[in-house]
């Protein structure tokens, strides 16, 4: 894969790969979530012990980074599919979130998000 690819042709993709295994009638919004769920925690557990300046450096080995990135693919895997079953434009709702936080939290507020809460 040399190109960069869309969000709508990874949804697509995705899609299909579930379909050709006839895996669809899995792809419930509760079982999206607890695979979701399941692999943000695989994601945590890489970093759970480390530091903060060692979960910095976490991608310069090999290895572990090879791991996150995995791990990472998974998590963005289980969001898009939900998305795609509840019929959520991700892009969207991540545009419309970071404007409803930006009015929420103005610059030089007392705020204090470390999130998008």
Same mark, same amino acid.
């Given at each position: 894969?040399? +190109? !960069?690819? *869309?969000?709508? +042709?990874?949804? !697509?993709?995705? %899609?299909?790969?579930?379909?050709?295994? &006839?895996?669809?009638?899995?792809?419930?919004? @509760?079982?999206?979530? /607890?695979?979701?769920?399941?692999?943000? /925690?695989?994601?945590?557990?890489?970093?759970?012990?480390?530091?903060?300046?060692?979960? /910095? !450096?976490?991608? %310069?080995?090999? &290895?572990? %980074?090879?791991?996150?990135?995995?791990?990472?693919? &998974?998590?963005?895997?289980?969001?898009?599919?939900?998305?795609?079953?509840?019929?959520?434009?991700?892009?969207?709702?991540? %545009?419309? @979130?970071? +404007?409803?936080?930006? @009015? !929420?939290?103005?610059?030089?507020? *007392?705020?204090?998000?470390?999130?998008?809460?």
């Amino acid at each position: 894969m040399t +190109e !960069r690819p *869309d969000l709508p +042709e990874l949804q !697509r993709r995705l %899609a299909e790969f579930a379909a050709a295994r &006839d895996w669809q009638p899995y792809h419930t919004p @509760k079982n999206l979530v /607890s695979a979701l769920s399941v692999e943000a /925690s695989e994601l945590l557990e890489i970093f759970q012990w480390l530091t903060p300046e060692e979960s /910095s !450096r976490v991608m %310069a080995d090999p &290895d572990t %980074a090879h791991r996150v990135t995995d791990e990472v693919a &998974d998590v963005l895997a289980y969001l898009l599919q939900l998305c795609e079953v509840l019929g959520i434009d991700p892009l969207t709702a991540l %545009a419309a @979130k970071i +404007e409803r936080n930006e @009015k !929420r939290f103005p610059v030089g507020g *007392d705020g204090g998000a470390t999130s998008l809460q």
